[in-house]
């Protein structure tokens, strides 16, 4: 088996953020407050005050883009920031001393104009905005275009419009690069699996991702939507030319072996070609901008020949 780019994970979290973009797949969660406005990805509630100076992200997908995009005005980041196994800003977020959890005591004491929540922090978003605070809630995580709007709403909230516009051209800029190396080239079948068993069909970012990086998702194939769990028995019905897993814990490393070492998998071509990879759980799971590098390394995996001149 091959690694790529080999990072520790965190398999309970990744797992948990997969069932959350399966549970919260193209929902708009309403907050209300008397005054707010919402789109099928986020909901705004609060006063509009302007310019936003002090923002608190308390969800990892905001994180990633305004430690990129307004960094400035950043004054706390999620839990999850400095944590390598699932985070693209552990440098970018160890410089933030405010690491935001649940609790609305610590939102308050930092005394922010803007807090961004994702759909799971509803309670807390309902609290926040009892106190007259602006508050955005992310919800889908389901494709590009959803990381695109996300950019923009966010620039417009920070009035830094330019600087999503240049976030995006920037992302964009990548994935049409590998675009034009995997253009013309043989799709492979890829499947994206886990120890859980989840596996990502149409309206997930993985789907999109395989898609451009040169491959045909196996969960789409099936007609899957959001994350639906893929039987052992199946995946060697299936039978996919290539095979990506996470090594980020323990956990993972060993399923790995056990996957491997399974005489019932032996037969699968991805096997039998050598064709199992490993990724970074912090490219499987991100929703911002980073997803530009999750495309890229799964391109080279895919299509190795496509990057031999790199």
Known sequence: MRTVLHASGL?????????????????????????????SFLNVTGRQAGTVSRILSANLASDEILLSMAPERLIGVSSLADDPRVSNVVYEASTRSGK???????????????????????????????????????????????IRAVIRALGRETNASDRAE???AEM?????????????????????????????????????VIRLAGGDNLGGQLGFAGWQ?????????????VILLRSDTAEEADFQRQFMANPAFRGVRAVR??????????????????????????????HPEAFADQ
């Open 11 to 39: 398999r309970g979290i990744l797992a948990g953020l997969a069932a959350g973009a399966l549970a919260l797949g193209g929902l708009a969660l309403m907050v209300s407050t008397g005054i707010g406005e919402s789109t």
């Open 100 to 146: 935001i959890t649940g609790h609305i005591e610590r939102v308050l004491a930092a005394d922010p104009g803007l807090v961004v929540l994702g759909a799971h922090s509803a309670d807390l978003a309902r609290q926040v905005a009892e106190f007259g605070i602006r508050v955005m809630m992310l919800s889908g995580y389901e494709s590009l275009d959803w």
């Open 166 to 168: 240049a976030l995006i």
């Open 172 to 208: 964009d800029r990548r994935i049409r690069a590998v675009a034009d190396r995997v253009d013309g080239r043989p799709r492979p079948v890829v499947l994206s699996y886990s120890e859980s068993g989840y596996v990502p069909g149409a309206h997930t970012t993985m789907d999109e």
């Open 229 to 241: 769990i893929l039987s052992r028995e199946q995946v060697v019905w299936r039978d996919p030319e």
């Open 273 to 302: 070609d050598g064709r199992v990879y490993t990724i970074p759980g912090r490219l499987m799971v991100t929703s911002s901008h980073y997803i530009a590098e999750t495309v890229e390394q799964v391109a080279r995996v895919l």
